[in-house]
């Protein structure tokens, strides 16, 4: 015993004197990166858009403290979409920089996100000057992006993979698994397509779900592929017989078909972008980091009115203390702030959410229909605005969209593991003693009776119908049309324009434009952007993350063991009661 308790004491003392020692490599770090500041760039050179170089989010954050107990020290920069938009944009005006020279290969990010940020490539090349791309390993998403370029270049070279064979979306059920292990989850839903929870109790796609996950695959496909297929000259239905054929596999299959321009080394490639730089000697081609140019252009002159926009970027929860997503107590107070500041003009609520607690998603709507009565509002769509942040944002004056943005999925449900079945299983006996009869419905060790099962389905039916008729409030729709299009299903943005649950596709810059129209700021000289909230410093970080438990940086990130210990992680989180507005999944492109 006594060596249990020795051995106990080292082990907490050993944790302790790693955070102490973590703290203070933290403390250096920052000290460190503090006295770093900004670095100077070059006058003139090549913007280096090299995508495995920082990552494409909603909003620019200082760069991650790392994590000493798990012994993660990814820095990879984290630049805000409107802020890359804006650094090119800059650039397209700046006498110093030359060309682009997009370099897509580790291209990762929302499908929608891709869609605006290539749209910011082609209004480059309209003010004059060249976009470049050179390809190694062309995948959907990289090669997309590069089909933006005046000229694509492609390795030479044998060994990279060609990954452009179309997109794909995977669903993981668990019924059977979770059956031998005796887990029996109930789930109450309101809508034939709301397939949150389905994973739990099939063991295969319902026909309703499939269907909406192929019309949402088809539709994505047709404005990437389409774009593809378009700026190489091909019709679509070319371009599909070559993905389909397997035809593209070897950089010289692609330059045969005209989907590339020329197969380059590396010298010939530095050769060429030294011609396009007009330098006689590879010691003279500067190449500016794109990650830099924004950091350098990021600080806004100040205008004399703001236009805010407010990013509901991530899960919407309970609670005001969960900084990584859109808790509903914080977020009505920094809608509060924005409705009291005389200086904010206009509003954008930028949504890159698939949702989650009602409860959390009607206070925020509560804030912004308040908000709304002094102040324009305009909302614009990310990758995802479904469920919940379907709720939240369909009440704006106008809403924009991308044609790849996963938006609708009007319809709610309430799910509850129960285990009674595990605990006879590994011989545990349970005995609930209770004041009432149903007072320990929720104790997760039994199953609802059907008096309890009314009692929950009677919960999902109001907020169903309190879901469709603020959509049909807030789109000046009929009831029985929402809710012919609502049943839970999840529409693309293209989809969503011709069914009326958004009004126009456009970017984040456009909606901006829209709402500082709206409140008659007619020209950017009258105003400055604001993002709201402010992403944590890396102090602020820094102290969050030494109040946590060390995470286990996960050896099976991508596989889908990753998918399955999501899976099970969300059935943890579902609280007994509570009923959700909630996409299951999201669509990147990689």
Not at 153 to 171: D, K
Not at 379 to 399: E, H, L, P
Not at 495 to 503: E, H, T
């Amino acid at each position: 015993m006594k060596d249990f308790v020795k051995t106990m004491l080292a082990v907490i003392c050993g944790y302790f004197v790693l955070r102490i020692i973590g703290f203070l490599f933290l403390l250096v770090f920052l000290i460190g990166s503090l006295a770093g500041g900004k670095k100077a760039l070059p006058k003139n050179g090549v913007l280096d858009l090299d995508m495995g170089t920082f990552v494409l989010a909603e909003q620019s954050k200082e760069a991650s403290a790392p994590d000493m107990m798990s012994m993660r020290f990814d820095m990879t920069p984290v630049i805000g979409l409107r802020d890359a938009v804006e650094a090119i944009r800059t650039a397209a005006a700046d006498p110093g920089v030359q060309y682009i020279l997009l370099r897509a290969d580790e291209a990762s990010m929302g499908v929608a996100d891709a869609e605006e940020f290539r749209t910011a490539l082609s209004s480059f090349r309209e003010s004059g000057k060249a976009v470049v791309a050179y390809l190694e390993s062309p995948s959907n998403g990289s090669f997309y992006l590069s089909t933006v370029a005046d000229k694509i270049y492609m390795g030479s070279h044998h060994g990279g993979t060609s990954q452009l064979i179309g997109i794909s979306s995977q669903m993981i059920f668990l019924k059977d698994v979770l059956d031998k292990l005796g887990v029996n989850v109930q789930l109450i839903r309101h809508g034939k397509y709301k397939s949150a929870g389905e994973m739990f109790i099939k063991s295969s796609a319902s026909p309703e779900n499939r269907e909406q996950n192929q019309v949402m695959v088809n539709t994505a496909w047709k404005e990437l592929g389409g774009t593809i297929a378009k700026a190489r000259g091909l019709s679509l239905e070319d371009f599909n017989a070559l993905v389909d054929n397997l035809s593209l596999n070897l950089p010289e299959d692609y330059l045969q078909v005209g989907l590339v321009d020329e197969l380059v080394n590396h010298e010939e490639l530095v050769g060429k972008l030294c011609t396009l730089a007009r330098v006689d000697d590879s010691k003279k081609l500067v190449l500016i980091p794109f990650a830099d140019y924004v950091l350098s252009h990021a600080d806004a002159l100040p205008g004399r009115s703001n236009v805010a926009v407010l990013y509901a970027d991530g899960d919407i929860v309970d609670g005001k203390e969960d900084y990584s997503n859109v808790a509903g107590d914080r977020f009505v107070q920094i809608i509060d702030q924005i409705r009291k500041d005389k200086s904010v003009k206009a509003v954008v609520l930028r949504v890159n959410s698939p949702g989650g607690s009602v409860s959390a998603s009607e206070k925020i709507r509560a804030a912004l229909d308040l908000l709304q009565k002094e102040k324009p509002l305009v909302a614009s769509f990310g990758n995802y605005a479904a469920s919940g942040g379907y709720w939240i944002s369909n009440g704006c004056q106008k809403i924009y969209a991308d044609a790849t943005t996963v938006t609708g999925s009007i319809g709610v449900f309430s799910m509850l593991p129960e285990f009674s079945d595990v605990t006879k299983k590994i011989g545990v006996g349970v005995e609930s003693v209770g004041s009432n009869k149903h007072s320990d419905m929720f104790s997760l060790m039994r199953p609802f009776d059907s008096d309890e099962i009314r009692f929950m389905q009677a919960s999902v039916e109001d907020i169903y119908e309190r879901f469709v008729n603020l959509v049909a409030e807030g789109r000046n729709l009929d009831p029985a049309r929402v809710d012919e299009i609502a049943q839970g299903r999840v529409w693309m943005g293209a989809d969503a324009l011709n069914i009326g649950l958004v009004d126009e596709i456009g970017t984040l810059e456009d909606a901006i434009a829209y709402a500082a129209m709206l409140a008659d700021l007619h020209s950017s000289d009258e105003y400055k952007v604001v993002g709201y909230p402010q992403p944590l410093s890396f102090m602020e970080e820094m102290m969050i993350g030494l109040g946590k438990a060390p995470q286990n940086p996960g050896i099976l990130s991508g596989t889908p063991f990753e998918a399955l210990g999501k899976a099970v992680g969300e059935l943890k989180a579902q609280e007994p009661g509570r009923v959700y507005a909630r996409l299951p999944y999201a669509l990147e492109i990689r």
